[in-house]
T-cell receptor
Framework: TQLLEQSPQFLSIQEGENLTVYCNSSSVFSSLQWYRQEPGEGPVLLVT?????EVKKLKRLTFQFGDARKDSSLHITAAQPGDTGLYLCAEITGNQFYFGTGTSLTVIP | NAGVTQTPKFQVLKTGQSMTLQCAQD?????MYWYRQDPGMGLRLIYYSASEGTTDKGEVPNGYNVSRLNKREFSLRLESAAPSQTSVYFCASNQGRSHTQYFGPGTRLTVL
């Protein structure tokens, strides 16, 4: 089981600011996913990255997978209140998914 | 298409009581999962079922049992609830090589 560390644990920013959250492991990821979870709901998949150095964009969200496949980042440009939620990274190993502890983001209007 | 449904949404138990959490999916997915989510701990896998008729332990299986009743339904049973099992429980499903997991809305369980 990999230990996925996410940072920061909590983040509170003003609407319009940019931010980056991180997911790190001591071992190499096979593939990595990012989810967003809103209060009272289950997580929803945002993106899957599988190739070292890969960059994927989803509107104002940019996901990067480290060259060595041991880290990933999520960058949000011009954050909006609707971005508020818990951001989780997850590694896929066979049939199992291992989740990080999450970054709780609050965007203040 | 309801996706993944879970019942009940909330439950309060006394220590030692038993209960079953129900999960159903209507997406014809082969694989189903049970997770618990605790503050600061992320999601931890309790049990999973890669296909109908099979179940396997995850990271934190102690104190739980599961049943894959058919392709649609995957239940989680607490035989003798303990306060340490107070948590939010999520069921999820995905289809074979597709790594998109779909989650239910969760069951918030409190054990007194």
């Amino acid at each position: 089981t990999q230990l996925l560390e996410q940072s920061p644990q909590f983040l509170s920013i003003q609407e319009g600011e940019n931010l980056t959250v991180y997911c790190n492991s001591s071992s190499v990821f096979s593939s990595l996913q990012w989810y967003r979870q809103e209060p009272g709901e289950g997580p929803v998949l945002l993106v899957t990255v599988v190739t070292g150095g890969e960059v994927k964009k989803l509107k104002r969200l940019t996901f990067q997978f480290g060259d060595a496949r041991k880290d990933s980042s999520l960058h949000i440009t011009a954050a909006q209140p609707g971005d508020t939620g818990l951001y989780l990274c997850a590694e896929i190993t066979g049939n199992q998914f291992y989740f990080g502890t999450g970054t709780s983001l609050t965007v203040i209007p | 298409n309801a996706g993944v449904t879970q019942t009940p949404k909330f439950q309060v138990l006394k220590t030692g009581q038993s209960m079953t959490l129900q999960c159903a999916q209507d997406m014809n997915h082969n694989s189903m999962y049970w997770y618990r989510q605790d503050p600061g701990m992320g999601l931890r896998l309790i049990y999973y079922s890669a296909s109908e008729g099979t179940t396997d332990k995850g990271e934190v299986p102690n104190g739980y049992n599961v049943s894959r009743l058919n392709k649609r339904e995957f239940s989680l049973r607490l035989e003798s609830a303990a306060p340490s099992q107070t948590s939010v429980y999520f069921c999820a499903s995905n289809q074979g090589r597709s790594h998109t997991q779909y989650f239910g809305p969760g069951t918030r369980l409190t054990v007194l």
